[in-house]
């Protein structure tokens, strides 16, 4: 539940920096907060069912959620490389920038939801 509570705000969040700033930064932001959101959810969501059906197998699906962002910040290389009017539509500094933070701060929730399922830092005998 964190985690799709996150990803909503920073979607919400992403639209409301596109539209305050405007430009090419402003809507750079706003797509690199939007994927960094939506990737990282999945990768978030990925980990909470390895957790739960195979905690064993946790790791290996953290290990998954990051292959996937790096070949996210591929992808989007590549459309900066072969769209030639995306850098003047989205500032890649901004995209790439704001992907890392919504990234950073989702793999932590998702992290700690995680701990949770496996049973970490609950007091208990």
Known sequence: M???LVSLLVALGALLIGVLVGGPMGWGVACGLLLGAAVSGFAAGLLRAKARSRP???FNAFIVGFMI??????????AYLFVPDLTERLDPKGLLLA????AVVLLAVGIGTARRELGFG???S
């Open 56 to 58: 064993e197998h946790a």
């Open 99 to 102: 992907y890392a933070a919504s």
């Open 69 to 78: 962002k790096l070949g996210a910040l591929f992808a989007v290389g590549l």
């Open 122 to 124: 609950t007091t208990g």
């Open 2 to 4: 964190a985690v799709q």
